[in-house]
């Protein structure tokens, strides 16, 4: 990934508009693929039912009822409406807190992966501009973290302490952005080369503002694309954290949770563990067949494709 | 020769400052995220003297430095001390215990704990990779050496389909499927061999798209380089190229692959599937072990965790040094 971003980036001309450009086109390259029209109506249809589902169905993600418990989705013999994928063992409507749970995971993931991306790039185009001393030091800091794996992380600190959103973006962003920071700062060092930088400079830019003004704007998009299939990966992790008890904590709903507590009843009542995890592998299948379209789209176009 | 030894003498003195420094990042977070383990050791009704008197005793009120430097000084002899809550014989013995009657001797040695348990985990491991090596090396193989058509539109739906499926749901439905429904295998614990394989499929699943994407990108990459095409000019046949140079050419970055990214998502995995399974691993074991404030256990797997993926991308970048001498390390 470095390497082609590299290469495409090597050729001279004025970095900013070339690269608004390009990025114009891998979009209409993907947006011309059948799967990303697929995969975008997909999305486009769960977010309007995670947005308007919780007005227009008629039942509660949260209230229990005896007298709905273990019903069936509507399709099954059984079923009954309002509940159109059935309810779990306290009689909760299984869609609306899947719904939830799909707002709240991608909420995570969202965040975290902004943040990492601002976090690792900064950290990347600071040490790949500055260069000696200051490289080698973060640069080890990388390694260390990347020594680290993310799951011994995360639940050492959620864990101990009490988990909240919060913390668990904060442990996601910890974890993953090493990885931004390599790429930024690889391609940082074959940008700084460029003349367009040495121009600024002898103009009497600052540092700051050549990293930020030009450098940043140059090098970001093709990274950015990536950070799509970031999104999916964080979603799962929000979902393993729910499960194994360390992520959002009841009463709000989340994948993890629910999917747990499916379990106990898997024989008699499926469905609990099923349905929400059916939802979750369609927002996130969505999620990754964008990223995977862009990241082609990005990589055909840089190798001089149309 | 001469390149060996200075390679592995330049990598292991790096390796040694990165484990270190993880070591001091798990044991500093340890200590000062909220969580008092004497608290679950001494159970609810310890008083307050008695806590501080036990706390004081393990050493957990001295200085963090000076506890890192104790515990360090005692990892070179191989000894990670002794869990906090488990017993010699099995069982745990959390929050049953007066500040009197706990005594450290009874307690389990932490290297025993690990020994017990890594072998689960490494046929685990095993097989999960063997598995996803079993999928992922005919659908990338077919995607790299057939770019844009049927083969490689089937990559990316297989390995888009397979990364967005959580391991822990399609743990529990292979639990339902195979086990609960059927009987066809064994799931929850381990009683043999077989309780092993529900759990390496799911470890396969979250492996192979990775797999797929590296090998199907790095044949494809090597199909368009000049050497290919001069092969062929010279009148060599399209199956001796691939088999006799394409294949050496694409170990390169996959090599690569399994150091950078494998390890850390295998590692993952583990923990994350010998939880589902309840599959006596090191993942379990690490996990209670957080749930009971086993600090002594946490910092060991931590360690070792991060010495066996420093070790590993060692030998890989080895490896794919001599495999192509181009490469400088």
Redesign the interface.
Known sequence: MTSSTATAAASPATPKTRYRGVTARILRRAWGQT?MKLAASIFLALTLLTLFGPYVIDASATKMSVANKFLPPIFMEGGKLPHFLGTDQLGRDLLLRSLIGLRNAFAIGVVSVVGMFILGCAIGIYSGYRGGLTDVILM?LT??Q????????A???L????PSPLTIIAVLILASWPVYARVARGVTLAERQKEYVRAAKILGASDLRIMVRHIAPSILPPIAFVAVLDV?RMM?FE??FG??GIGIQPPTPT??TI??S??QY??NA?WI??VP?VL??LA??S???MG?VLE?ARNHILQGGE | MAFAIEFFLRRISQGVVIVILVAFVIFTLLRIVPGDPIRIILGPMASATALEEKATELGLRDPIYVQFGRFMGQVTTGDFGRSFIRGAQGGSAGGSQDAVGYNPESRASVSALIANALPYSLQLAALGIAFAFLVAIPIGLGAGLRAGKWPDRLGLYVSSLFVSLPNIWVGVVLIFLLSAKTGWLPAIGYQGFAYTIIPAMVLAIELSPVMIRAISVSVAANLGEVYFDVGLVRGLSRRTMVAKHVLRNAAVPLLNLFGAQMIGMLLGGLFVVEYIFSYPGIGMLTINAVFQRDFPIIQAVAILASAALVAINMLVDFASTTIDRRLKF
């Open positions: 799967e080890r390694d260390v990347m020594s680290i794996p993310v799951v011994i992380l639940i050492t600190v864990g101990m302490s009490r999916a799962i979902a393993i499960f194994i994948f993890g999917i747990a499916g379990t898997l024989l499926w563990t099923i995890g979750l592998a996130l299948g999620l990754n067949l995977g082609r």
